[in-house]
């Protein structure tokens, strides 16, 4: 035998071939970089939304959902007719009244199934054993909580977006206009958003997808309710001491307040929590009274040429001024609960009060959040 001579192999050779413009040596230099902090939200999304739709409950809940619906505006319409002639003022005042009847009843719709669809998004990772196969995928934590949060809003949104044409009916009467349509379900849209963001993070917090729901409905009611309450039990208290009321701060949460200062632009009506905050932003005087400015002193007239009126006179207010500010709050919520599910998502790395260097790779490559 002979022996054979040695074969160099140059670090050419180990490169396979490819088309030029320097393409093998790009995909290896973006090989191993971040995805990014928001790929995958699409995937996660679109695959939790094809396992919540797939079979029939979803569709038969929708249908019962819009039946109920449909029968209380037909009863409605129905019942006004052994009463009226629609007329031209009767049949603005029911438009108005189908308006207000659909934006009240999604808010409670948001309030109550916001929690319960975005509660267990996480905590069922956790239960089926799936989540570690969820934390080593190249997405980050915060694409897989958006991810997550988009998938359970998402039924919510069809459930809620299925009510427009119920609540279009309102136009065939008057009454309505369609900013005042869009101006509602704009903050139906944030409401929920908000609401499902602290659902996300008590799903992300806990392992279990029962606490995690109590959890939610817990904290839900506590801002949306347990701030209210304290607001009108202060204002009752300074309305009896006479003094200024409470900061109306506390009402901001509460989306039925909300809702009413959106009814209030739209319809001129229901203003009671602008009629509420005007009455409780000063001392009330102790006999001042107020109204038509002064009337001189005779028979039927009031001495000295007082004025008449008195502190119970309602005062004049115009929607549009308060609900704003409830989607200034939600928007704050959801950043600070997005945010604190994404760090409770995160299996390498939690913020900590205390700043330090962030651990990086071998290669250069910045650990996923």
């Known amino acids: 035998m002979t022996d054979a001579a040695p074969v160099k192999v140059s670090p050419a050779a180990t490169v396979p071939d490819a088309p030029a413009g320097g393409a093998p040596a790009a995909a290896l230099a973006t090989a191993g970089r971040d995805p990014g902090r928001f790929a995958g939200v699409t995937a996660i999304w679109v695959r939790e939304l094809r396992g919540r739709m797939r079979g029939k409950r979803a569709f038969i809940f929708i249908t019962v959902y819009l039946s109920i619906l ?198 001129g009506s229901g203003c009671f929590v602008g009629e509420s905050l005007a009455r409780t932003s000063e001392p009330v005087p102790e006999a001042q009274p107020i109204g038509l400015g002064p009337v001189p002193a005779g028979p039927g007239g009031p001495p000295d040429g007082q004025q008449f009126g008195g502190p119970f006179a309602q005062p004049v207010v115009e929607g549009g001024g308060f609900w704003p500010k409830t989607v200034l709050t939600y928007v704050l919520l959801t950043a600070i609960a997005l945010f604190g599910a994404a760090q409770s998502v995160s299996p390498t790395r939690r913020w900590r009060w205390s700043g330090g260097k962030r651990p990086q790779l071998d290669s250069g490559g910045a650990i996923d959040d």
């Open 70 to 267: 449909v029968g209380l505006f037909w009863a409605a319409l129905q019942g006004g007719r052994e009463f009226w002639t629609i007329g031209a003022l009767e049949s603005v005042s029911f438009g108005r009244g189908v308006y207000v009847a659909v934006m009240y009843i999604e808010t409670l719709v948001i309030v109550a199934l916001a929690p319960a669809y975005t509660a267990g998004l996480i905590s069922q990772e956790r239960e089926k054993q799936t989540f570690d196969l969820l934390a080593v995928t190249p997405i980050s934590s915060l694409a897989i909580v958006v991810g997550k949060l988009l998938s359970g809003l998402s039924y919510l949104a069809l459930i809620v977006g299925a009510s427009i044409p119920i609540a279009s009916v309102a136009f065939l009467f008057g009454g309505v206009d369609v900013v005042d349509l869009v101006r509602g379900y704009a903050l139906l849209i944030v409401t929920g958003i908000g609401i499902g963001s602290v659902g996300v993070w008590c799903s992300a917090a806990m392992k279990r997808s029962q606490p995690a729901t109590v959890s939610a409905f817990v904290i839900t009611a506590l801002l949306v309710l347990g701030a209210s309450g304290s607001w009108i039990i202060l204002a009752a208290r300074a309305s009896n001491e006479r003094e200024a009321g409470p900061p109306e701060a506390l009402l901001y949460l509460n989306p039925f307040a909300a809702m009413s200062d959106v009814i209030c632009e739209g319809t």
